[in-house]
């Protein structure tokens, strides 16, 4: 029987022109072979889409900004990838505090379009993740201590069901699905098109700051590292990254929200540590340092797979951590392996663990490592390392960030969503009760 519903919208089937770049995820070894993709231009054509692949019997995979670090969440063989990228409207109200963004921009986008009007927007490492898959997870980045995660400002969500119903959820409607909406992870309980954020005034400037080690000298820098960035001034937000040891170095690059001088002042315990080969602290317009910390990263050119694994330190590690950490520095190859930490507290401390769905609140740090590889036959080897690696370091961290997923990870929701699971379950029965929504890692509905 032919389906009742038509799609609409940019519709790309398989076998039309476009299929292979519509394919394209950051992960170049992306390998699902979606029947159809359907480019939404607006809420209706997603409320259609679903709408068709229920009568049609199809699997659904939302898509925004094609950033999943794993290659079977937003893309699935057979299915209807439901991709938001074409919806980018951005509406600042600077009397209200307030912007409405649709889930296609990229994070870049909006933090770039916000701060030339004089307004801040979170952002992460990276320019060109989507605010659709990046907020539902949490959002983490160099802003965090200042204001929150990504999904702490929150205020709104509009999203459309398993029934192809447009639903809305803020503190006061659908209370229970805003609270997932703040860290639960994308693909579980409908198809995001708008986030309401609240927005503070950015300042007319701010500081930035890039300090670059040689290899050798990580065990140093980061046991400093681990003591000074959870304590230090919460307008400062440092990301430490640590190479291979072939061809790596360690490198932190970060923002303060002030003075050059206090941040000279701030950084002193840290860049007093070894002997930085390069330093550069600067004052400069906001906008400029929103440039600064969002290096291009183009998606359709990238090469390397990865696999990652992440954690969070509420302590700083033990020498036995260092020893594995060495370890997987001296064996893994690819240029951008390593190991990538971003400091807590503040902002985020400041909202309790059950507040949102993002749980993982009172730790010091955040921590991943990733390895990564440009042949298809380097992956097993890779991959093993990364998971090995987390074996070891497992007495010292607690949890994963669901955005930064290891599937490898077993019972893995706890281990996610620590105490908030059970909860995240019974959200996930009342919307979504048929499990319309998954993919290998979704929360499945509670038993009722
Ligand atoms: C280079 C790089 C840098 C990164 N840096 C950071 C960082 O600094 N901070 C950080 O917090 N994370 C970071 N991440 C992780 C990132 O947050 C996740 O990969 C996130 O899921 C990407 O969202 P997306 O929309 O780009 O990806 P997609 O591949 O489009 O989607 C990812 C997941 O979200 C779901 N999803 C996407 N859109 C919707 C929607 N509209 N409605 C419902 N579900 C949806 C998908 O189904 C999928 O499960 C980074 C990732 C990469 C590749």
Aim: net charge positive.
């Amino acid at each position: 029987m032919p389906s009742k519903t038509k799609l609409t919208g940019r519709v790309v089937f398989r076998g039309d022109p476009g299929y292979d770049a519509a394919r394209k995820n950051w992960d170049p070894h992306t390998d699902r072979f979606p029947k159809v993709f359907v480019f939404a231009q607006k809420t209706q054509d997603v409320s259609n889409a679903i709408k068709w692949a229920r009568e049609n019997k199809v699997p659904i995979r939302p898509r925004s900004g094609r950033h999943a670090l794993e290659v079977n969440l937003s893309q699935v063989n057979g299915g209807i990838v439901i991709d938001v990228s074409e919806m980018k409207k951005i509406r600042l109200n600077k009397k209200a505090g307030t912007v409405v963004v649709e889930t296609g921009n990229q994070v870049g986008r909006i933090a770039k379009t916000l701060a030339k009007q004089g307004f801040i927007a979170p952002f992460g490492d990276s320019p060109t993740v989507g605010i659709g898959g990046i907020t539902l997870g949490g959002g983490i980045g160099p802003l965090q201590r200042t204001i929150g995660l990504i999904s702490d400002n929150l205020l709104e969500v509009e999203m459309v069901d398993a029934k192809g119903r447009v639903m809305r959820a803020n503190k006061k409607c659908n209370p229970d699905l805003f609270w997932a909406s703040r860290g639960g992870g994308g693909g579980n309980f409908g198809v995001y098109t708008k986030y309401k954020l609240k927005t503070v005034r950015a300042p007319a400037k701010a500081t930035v700051f890039s300090i670059v080690w040689p290899w050798n000298q990580f065990e140093k820098v980061l046991k400093k590292w681990q003591v000074w960035a959870p304590s230090v001034d919460t307008r400062l937000g440092s990301e430490l990254t640590i190479g291979p040891k072939k061809g790596g170095n360690v490198s932190m690059l970060g923002m303060f929200l002030g003075s050059k001088t206090e941040a000279v002042r701030l950084l002193k315990p840290i860049t007093s540590v070894g002997t930085p080969t390069q330093q550069t602290i600067k004052l400069l317009p906001y906008p400029e340092v929103v440039d600064f910390m969002l290096a291009p990263d183009p998606i359709l050119t990238q090469r390397f797979s990865n696999q990652f694994s992440s954690g969070f330190g509420r302590r700083p590690f033990p020498d036995r951590a260092y020893k594995s950490i060495r370890e997987f520095l001296e064996k893994v190859e690819g240029k951008d392996a390593g190991f990538f930490f971003l400091n807590w507290g503040g902002a985020i401390a400041r909202i309790a663990p059950r507040d949102t769905a993002f749980y993982w609140r009172d730790p010091k740090f955040y921590v991943e490592w990733n390895s990564n590889w440009s042949k298809k036959s380097e992956a097993a080897k890779n991959i093993a390392v990364v998971r090995e690696t987390r074996r070891k370091l497992q007495p010292y961290i607690v949890g994963s960030y669901i955005n930064v997923p290891d599937q490898g990870i077993k019972h893995s929701g706890p281990v996610y969503y620590g105490a908030n699971y059970p909860r995240l379950r019974r959200v996930k029965a009342k919307y979504d009760p048929e499990n319309v929504f998954n993919n290998p890692q979704s929360i499945p509905p509670a038993r009722v």
